[in-house]
């Protein structure tokens, strides 16, 4: 804590010194600077010169997927940085490499549907490694195509078969042995500033487990997102691996797992080498936003709890998803025309995203009046041992007493149909990570309380999910308001007047942290309090347009993330600004004008070689 405090006092008084200097420049937006608000450098988004360093020329650009343009470098390009006669002599526009591309991709498949998805995987990720912008620009223009492709559900096949699917490195590396050398070993990374650091131990990879090292896709399709909706530079973006070994008998006994082959270490012990992670990354990169991701319960509340008062920092899965399930629910009440607050929520899952999602929620019900202990009474939690009540004493899990129903001792372990055939639940949340648990008798023990229930089956991927769209509209007479973590394809199904088709949404964090990341990175708050998720949920509710809710869907088109992304951070920023957090302001206080202008966009600039 010395350390930190040290590092930021030192950071503190270079940026004061800095300040007359700052204000020259001519890129720089008009900031107001007061107490602690310092003055900060514009991004510019496109159509700006690259300088690469001087001993950066010829093949080298070609090779480096952040400056390769392919069949897009200029003719004078080609003579100013040595690569005439490298690549081929016709100059094609961006435009005219994304159609060729996007043809590519249509084609790559194979004898079946997992062979399809698997090949446009693998065929995206050697784009990406090939041509950054064009990868991102393909991206941007295709995002309800590409985003299950690079992330869930994909990603959990990519994860389980990585040892055989991988290809080239991306990212860093920092293992048990690496104790003592962590400082060191980040000082590896070829770019000297970071916004966005996704790290994962790889101890609870989606609903799949123990995936140990092979956890690195989740990091790197994280941060793909980060840059596709949310505008982050993707040279600013660093995905990590914290290999602490893995409890996976299999990978272990399997002669290409390219992880440290020896079981998890725990204890005392895992947390000094986060620790020594924490300020390795800190001393390098000491603005770098930290977002967690599957760590697991209850490493990954006490790993936020240890950190997010010191450090930029927050957890996707306890957080990010709690934001994303209480924007769903904010607006699914808006359909339904009842209050959020007055909600009987029947939460299945206990683990880090069944507490964070509930907690979330809880959070959300006192913001909006309740006192805490009338929130959380308006929950009951089922776990794989049942209903949770106080009755389980010594055996309640971690964060897990705060939700310990005490009036309903008698009813401990009981059942999830018959606790929803009891309880009569306006929402039913699936976050256990095991598919098929919403089973038909489950739905319509609901359906018959209830006149629209509202089910959430948010476990990824799609073959962990709780029950399908067509479950839920099946089961509950076309009444269900659905929406899932994993995205399911249009539904039809009879109603008393004919035929309906619905598109379900799709609950995915990925309308959440690039907002809540690009809006810290743009104020350039200190920390990550609840308030911002809870601005960042509404300001996603408030997205869906009227139109879209009577459609069945209770999230925005993902076509329209970035301007979703957008609202978010614009809506965190300013809870920052209100918080006295922020330490940059826009003069003009428009933060709608300043935060478009951080995002970067997929655009390719001309490059010149710095001598």
Known sequence: NQTTALCRLTTHHAMFSLRPLLRALPCARSITTAGNLLPIRRRMRKNHSLKLNHNRYGVEIIYDPSTNKGTAFTEREQDRLGIRGLVPPQTFTIEQQVERTYINFLRAGGAGPQDDVVSKYLYMISLQDRNETLFYRIMTEHIEEVAPIIYTPTVGYACQNAQMLFRRPRGLYFTARDRGDMHAIVQNWPHDNVDVIVVTDGSRILGLGDLGVQGMAIPIGKLSLYVGAGGINPTRCLPVMIDVGTNNQALLNNQYYMGLRHPRIEGQEYFEIIDEFMMAVQGRFPNALIQFEDFKTPKAEMLLKRYRSSFRCFNDDIQGTGAVTLAGLLAAHRKVQTPFTQSKIVCVGAGSAGLGVCNALVDGMVRMGLSPAEARARFWLVDDKGLITAARGSKLQYGQSAFARTEDSEHEGSSLVDTVARVQPTV???????????????????????????????????????????????????????ASGSPFGTVKFQGPDGEIERTPSQANNMFIFPGVGLGVIGSGSPIVPDRFFFEAAQALADSVDDITLQSGKVFPLIRDIRRVSRAIAVAVAKAAETEKLSTVVPEDGDWDAYIEDLMWEPAYCPLVVAH
């Open 428 to 482: 039913l949340l699936g976050l256990s990570g095991v598919g098929g648990l919403f089973t038909e008798p489950v739905v319509r023990a609901m359906s018959a309380a209830v006149k629209e229930p509202i089910i959430f089956a948010m476990s990824n991927p799609t073959h962990l999910s709780e029950c399908s769209a067509e479950q839920a509209y099946k089961w509950s007479g076309g009444r269900a308001v659905f």
